[in-house]
């Protein structure tokens, strides 16, 4: 298939872009920052690649973070077959457990968002947790790797509005099947800004 003039190998246990909206909507956002930001750029839970891919083709290094071995393969795939693999580093690891701090300008994360908990593996890239745990690990655990001034592309749902990161911005919004997607944008202000905490029952 192709998305946003990339040709994706994309196989069948992992998601195509184009059936969900805020890959869609996360793409677009992209596409506006990578132009005043120069990375290095991570995506966490990058799937076949298709975000990283999209700076790496605008000649920002880019690093694609996944779990499912099989999906990281399939990126390394896309970047081959996109002219783009010297700009492209796949990595498995789970969230930024694996990357030192004040490394990447730009970090986006297309988080599980739905407060459900998993009961398989293919669960963990929608289910965030019956309490948005998981999705709240992740989104807190990228602050520390961001460098000064970068920022924090990410996506939520209107379920999840209660784990939104202070000072985070609405850049864009659309309806899904049954709620609204977000795509918001967390700066980090200075090398000591921790992990923010969260205040409950953020309203949109």
């Known amino acids: 298939m192709y998305f946003r003039g990339l040709k994706l190998y994309i196989p069948s246990n992992c998601f195509p872009p184009r059936a969900t909206v805020s890959t869609s909507l996360l793409a677009n ?5 990578i132009r005043k930001h120069r990375g290095p750029l991570l995506d966490i839970g990058s799937s076949v690649g298709q975000l990283p891919l999209l700076a790496a083709k605008a000649g920002i290094f880019s690093v694609g973070c996944e779990i499912d071995v099989c999906c990281l393969k399939a ?3 896309n970047a081959l ?3 783009v693999y ?5 990595v498995a690891c789970w969230g930024a457990s694996c990357f030192r701090d004040n490394c990447f300008g730009i970090i986006v994360i297309n988080p599980p968002f739905l407060p459900l908990d998993p009961s398989e593996q293919v669960d963990l890239a929608i289910c965030g947790g019956g309490d948005l745990s998981l999705t709240k690990r992740l989104l807190e655990s ?3 790797i961001l460098k000064e001034k970068g920022i924090l592309l990410y996506t939520l749902s209107s379920f999840a509005t209660r784990i939104i990161l202070p000072r985070s911005k609405i850049l864009k919004k659309r309806w899904g099947l049954f709620d ?3 795509v918001l944008m967390f700066k980090k202000l200075d090398q ?3 992990p923010p905490s ?3 029952g953020i309203q949109l």
């Open 29 to 33: 956002a992209l596409e506006v920052f």
């Open 75 to 77: 990126s390394r795939i």
């Open 81 to 83: 077959i996109n002219d």
């Open 86 to 90: 010297t700009y492209y580093a796949p």
């Open 142 to 144: 990228s602050i520390p």
């Open 180 to 182: 609204h997607i977000f």
């Open 192 to 194: 000591r800004s921790s």
């Open 198 to 200: 969260h205040k409950p």
